[in-house]
């Protein structure tokens, strides 16, 4: 076998679950709507970073399709599936897109481990850690203090912090309408 490349895009991105390789944007998310044996999917015009498998017809929700398997090229992990072609006229568009398992990606945003907050108080610094979902972004006022804080981004909300009074963290959840 040959050297394996890994490349390496710019903006928001999903990983692989395993080894943290990049499988594709954000920007390149076509739709959440699809379904897996293991459950949820997503659909992608583009993905990088993966090998194919051999081509197959396979039965699916929709109806019948030629696939073929596609695995992250740094671990060997299956992440998911390409459409080749789609044996139904209703099912043409999906022809040449790649669907990602999204119990076996991350958003790269989900790969942070820990942070910490100066509160500015005369209690302690307050340290979060180990939060799955964790800091994204932080919004600043002109003295330096942390004004917002993302702690957690899933598909459908978000939490963040957007006060903190002594020791205690105002958190906030935001649902998104997507």
Same mark, same amino acid.
């Given at each position: ?32 709507? !699809? ?8 659909? !992608? ?25 596609? !695995? ?56 979060? !850690? ?49």
């Amino acid at each position: 076998m040959g050297r394996v490349f890994v490349v390496e895009r710019e903006g928001r991105s999903y990983r692989c679950k395993y080894c943290n390789t990049q499988l594709a944007l954000f920007d390149d998310l076509a739709s959440r709507a !699809f379904h897996c044996r293991r459950g949820k999917a997503y659909l !992608f015009n583009n993905a990088i970073n993966i090998s194919f498998g051999a081509l197959e017809e396979r039965m699916m929700l929709s109806g019948l399709h030629t696939v073929a398997d596609i !695995f992250c090229c740094t671990c060997g992990q299956i992440v998911g599936w390409k459409y080749e072609a789609a044996h139904e006229k209703s099912q043409k568009y999906k022809e040449g897109k790649y669907v990602l398992e999204r119990g076996r990606i991350v958003d790269d945003i989900e790969f942070s481990t820990g942070f910490f907050i100066d509160s500015r108080s005369s209690c302690f610094p307050i340290q979060i !850690f180990w939060i799955r979902h964790c800091l994204k972004s932080m919004v600043m006022d002109d003295t330096g203090s942390v004004r917002v804080v993302l702690l957690d981004f899933r598909d459908d909300y978000l939490t963040i912090c957007t006060k903190i009074i002594g020791c205690y963290l105002v958190v906030k959840r935001i649902v998104l309408n997507m």
